[in-house]
């Protein structure tokens, strides 16, 4: 098991579940590597949440192997579990107590100290009652909740109950961090404020999978992507592979008339929009060297890439 | 685990308000046969009351004959029903179990901490009976409290027996709160939970008043439940009341069982 | 495949429905399984056994009962709890240390009436009225309470007034509340006994009846008395003296209920035979009861502004009063019981006539009845 560190942290193989004659997750082989920023994209009802959820042992497979951080889940489930940290499908909390409270709650309810005989030594602060109060303000702290207070949870607004799951995912300083729509609720300040504080963590060495239906969160956020559509994985990749180059080349000049006379293309034909040209086979070295010579005055120029949202769309239609 | 169930019981108000409610009645019905000093008649009314006027020392066990056939078993049920439906519902049982709790440790401490309660509530119903009946309607004085066989009944008698009557009526809403707490790893909803544990002890009610159920009778959850009547007779017929441990531990046997089977296996989708 | 659990689901569930069928089993179906374990036959005859049976007064015991009657009666008032006595089920619980020394209490869901036997009184507690009524002696007549259900008593009453003609065979033996027993089928010789037959179990070890079965004509459970949990040994002395509390209300009678006053202040002097049926119990001379063996019946006379109330009463409850010379009769009854209530013409002479007969015997009575009417009692 020392070889565990290099191994895959999340590893699934023909991963399937079905509900009654619904098949919610079908064959699913995904693969999160260490240090990985891993989005996992897709429309609603598409399996993800049921996938976060096996993950999790939550729900147990109807066929299929699943490993996280190399132990085989749910069999393992009390070993692993401690080492990670998981937002699902929204924040849960008694709404009577205080962040605090709830947090205290939460931690003294899970084992003391993680990891039974013969399993793998964990990271040595998982859940000790000494650390308990540090790791509770530490948690309040990162998500920006520090201040508040005795308040109970019923009096919070969304975005706040979102930090507190949050929270409660941070407390043991996890491995690995399985977070399903971390942002929801959230304004756009606290949504930058959660994936700075992600992406630190993740800087330091945590694993993050972030599940999520907001293509533009996954891909400001992200260094690798599944994309899932109907409970079949479509996609996983490199998000720089995902929304590579198209192999065309973007001009924007001040007459585009002149422009398209002295690239030999017939006016107002279809390469051009508002005010672009779209060019197949060409480059951009080649293209405005043809126009500055034709004294044609280039505003712009580069390689047309694709965006996540086109490959999504392509790969889930 | 269970330090931590106990502590969220302690520390919920709901806890205190339906044991608060449950006292309320008994101490009210103190208060008015103390101003009008009318005993129900023998034979009519809930059993034992007709005995309490100018004796205080047997309204506790008379304050539980209040509670016993319907708010009791109510606030039993809704706590039970409560414990695992009441997690899913308020989205903290995947927290729970992704801390990690194992289930069967979950659903140990639920049912710790339900038998906590109950006891917590019978005993509450019992202690506040004590200082109403002695407080509001006297203690003996110049009458004896006396058995049901009209016996004369010594502090240390009466003590004991309320003591039995105190653990027996809990144990036999532990069986019904078995009932609730299968049904609550079954629903995500506590009232329905909750409410289907009313329904078993409803159903049972019936058919243990009807001579057609008679083959089954002896098995109902329900049978039983009146035998702790028998602490106040003399000498004490202890076959119902073991009887009626025993029918009450084989519910609670069976549907923790089941509880457990199903929770420990079934996917968590709250 | 540690992924899948539906293995280890169904194995859970194996278990606890394993377990569950073991619990049904060990409480529900063993003791069932084990009173259908054959007895060794007696060797015993059925004669022996009725003798020991007999014998069984002295044997000390505590036990609990339970007797079920189907004897539908209208509820009338003065007849006390009788209606439900014959009617419903009666729960018990016995301490016997001898005829003249027992004590049965009657247990109700949230009360008790208890009946202690001593040698030249009864006395009788209630609970819901707390009241404590001594009886003095043993009145000539009375209605019957439920110590008299009590398997024990009721089978003894039962084969004391066997006859020549009623006929006895032995029943395969069996267990009865964990005890083996001998039984024993009694068939009345007399046609008009409305008994078709009466099943009687009786404890090997000791002779004690441990149950007893009345079945009518029609084939239904006329009335079954059981005793189950037998203890022998005698109980404790406290058990058996009565409670000297002093919140209850004390009374000293002579006569339990409405049956022994009128019994004991009837006027009539009935006559010795009756419709072929001798009076049996000479003493009972205001109350006598006719006939032998099982065919009994019982006649008391009214007074007459009770009278009116039990006709209306009975009348009320659906029966019709039909004329007969000298009177009118009104007929209430079951299959096993019949009542027939004789009222003169002249508004003084009045009878309620009862016995496990056919009705057309109490007929009989009645018209002899009232077409002699007896003369008035000397000393009267």
Not at chain 2, 198 to 217: E, I, K, M, Q, Y
């Amino acid at each position: 098991m020392s070889a565990g560190e290099e191994r895959a942290v999340v590893a699934t193989r023909a991963l399937t579940k079905r509900f009654g004659k619904v098949t919610a997750v079908d064959a699913l082989d995904l693969l999160v590597r260490p240090g990985d920023r891993y989005g996992f994209l897709g429309p609603n009802g598409s399996g993800k949440t049921t996938t976060v959820r096996m993950l999790l042992g939550l729900v147990h497979a109807t066929s299929g192997d699943i490993e996280v951080l190399g132990r085989p889940v749910p069999r393992a489930a009390r070993e692993v579990l401690p080492e990670v940290g998981a937002l699902v499908e929204g924040p849960g909390a008694y709404p009577h107590l205080s962040a605090r409270a709830n947090l205290r709650l939460l931690d003294a309810a899970g084992p003391a100290r993680s990891g039974g005989a013969g399993a793998e030594p964990l990271a040595a602060d998982t859940g000790s009652r000494r650390t308990r109060r540090r790791r509770i303000e530490d948690a309040l702290e990162q998500v920006g909740l520090a201040d508040v207070g005795r308040r109970p949870v019923r009096t919070y607004s969304l975005g706040m109950k979102q930090r507190l799951g949050l929270a409660s995912a941070l407390l043991r300083g996890p491995r690995l961090l399985v977070l399903d729509e971390p942002t929801n609720g959230l304004d756009p300040r606290g949504i930058v404020e959660i994936r700075d504080l992600l992406l630190g963590l993740n800087a330091a060495g945590t694993t993050v999978f972030l599940s999520s239906h907001l293509l533009a969160e996954v891909e400001l956020f992200c260094t690798r992507i599944g994309v899932l559509d109907r409970g079949r994985l479509v996609a996983q990749d490199d998000l720089d592979a995902l929304r590579g180059p198209t192999g065309r080349t973007l001009v924007r000049v001040e007459d585009v008339a002149a422009a398209e006379q002295a690239l030999g293309l017939a006016p107002g034909g279809d390469t051009r929009r508002d005010g672009e040209l779209a060019l197949d086979g060409t480059s951009v070295a080649d293209v405005t060297d043809r126009l500055v010579r034709a004294g044609v005055r280039v505003l712009e120029a580069a390689p047309e890439r694709r965006t996540l949202e086109q490959s999504v769309l392509e790969l889930t239609t | 685990m269970i330090r931590v169930e106990l502590r969220k019981l302690v520390g919920r108000p709901r806890t205190w308000i339906s044991i608060g409610l449950l006292c309320l009645l008994p101490v009210v019905v103190a208060v008015l046969l103390s101003v009008t000093e009318i005993a129900p008649r023998p034979g009519q009314g809930p059993t034992l009351l007709s005995a309490v006027l100018g004796n205080g020392a047997l309204f506790p066990a008379a304050a539980l004959g209040i509670v016993l056939p319907f708010f009791l078993p109510i606030a039993v049920a809704v706590q039970a029903g409560e414990s695992v439906a009441g997690e899913a519902s308020a989205g903290t049982l995947r927290y729970l179990l992704v801390r990690p709790v194992g289930r069967t440790r979950l659903l140990v401490a639920k049912l710790v901490s339900i038998i906590a309660f109950t006891l917590l509530a019978v005993v509450a119903v019992a202690v506040v009976g004590y200082v109403a009946g002695v407080t509001l309607l006297g203690t003996s004085g110049t009458l004896t409290t006396t058995t049901l066989a009209g016996t004369t009944l010594t502090p240390a008698d009466l003590a004991w027996r309320t003591g039995v009557m105190v653990l027996y009526i809990g144990w036999s809403m532990v069986g019904l709160a078995a009932v609730s707490m299968f049904l609550s790893t079954i629903t995500d909803s506590p009232i329905a939970a909750a409410l289907g544990g009313l329904a078993v002890l409803v159903s049972s009610t019936v058919l243990v008043a009807l001579d057609a159920a008679g083959s089954v009778r002896d098995y109902l959850p329900t049978r039983y439940w009146l035998a702790w009547v028998d602490l106040f007779r003399d000498p004490v017929p202890w076959g119902d009341l073991t009887a009626g441990v025993l029918v009450q531990t084989g519910y609670v046997v069976v549907l923790l069982g089941a509880a457990w089977a199903n929770f420990t296996t079934r996917d968590v989708t709250s | 495949m540690s992924t899948v659990v539906s293995r280890a689901a169904r194995r859970r569930w194996a278990s606890v429905a394993g377990g569950t069928a073991l619990l049904v089993g060990s409480l529900g179906v063993a003791p069932w399984a084990w009173s259908a374990v054959g007895v060794a036959p007696t060797s015993a005859s059925a004669e022996a056994v009725v003798e020991r049976a007999l014998a069984s007064g002295d044997v000390s015991y505590s036990a609990t009962g339970e007797s079920r009657g189907s004897l539908a009666l209208p509820d009338v008032r003065g007849f006390g709890g009788l209606a439900s006595l014959v009617g419903g089920t009666t729960r018990t619980r016995i301490w016997w240390a001898g005829d003249s020394h027992w004590r049965v209490d009657v247990v109700g869901l949230t009360g008790e009436q208890d009946t202690y036997g001593l040698p030249s009184s009864t006395t009788t507690w209630d609970y819901e009225t707390r009241r404590l009524v001594t009886v003095a002696g043993e009145p000539s007549a009375r209605l019957p309470r439920a110590d008299d259900l009590v398997a024990p008593r009721a089978v003894q009453r039962l084969l004391s007034a066997l006859g020549p003609t009623d006929r006895l065979s032995l029943l395969p033996a069996r267990r009865i509340g964990g005890r083996d027993a001998d039984g024993l089928r009694v068939v009345p010789g007399d046609a008009r006994s409305t008994i078709a037959r009466a099943e009687v179990w009786v404890d090997r070890a000791t002779g004690l009846p441990l149950r007893l079965r009345m079945v009518d004509r029609a084939g239904d459970d006329a009335l079954v008395t059981t005793l189950s949990g037998v203890r022998l040994g005698r109980p404790d002395d406290e058990v058996l003296r009565p409670p000297t509390t002093s919140t209850a209300r004390r009374e000293l009678e002579t006569a339990p209920d409405l049956v022994a006053r009128l019994a004991a202040r009837s006027t009539w002097q009935m006559p010795d035979e009756l419709a072929g049926l001798q009076a049996s119990d000479p003493a009972a001379a205001g109350t006598p009861t006719y006939g032998t063996g099982l065919v009994r019946v019982a006649v008391l006379p009214l007074p007459g502004r009770l009278t009116r109330e039990v006709v209306a009463n009975v009348t009320s409850a659906g029966s019709v009063s039909e004329d007969v010379a000298g009177g009118s009769l009104v007929r209430v009854g079951s299959s096993l019981l019949n009542v027939v209530l004789a009222v003169g013409d002249d508004g003084r002479h009045a009878y309620v006539i009862t016995g496990l007969v056919d009705p057309t015997l109490l007929d009989e009575l009645a018209t002899e009845l009232l077409a002699s009417p007896p003369p008035l009692r000397y000393g009267r």
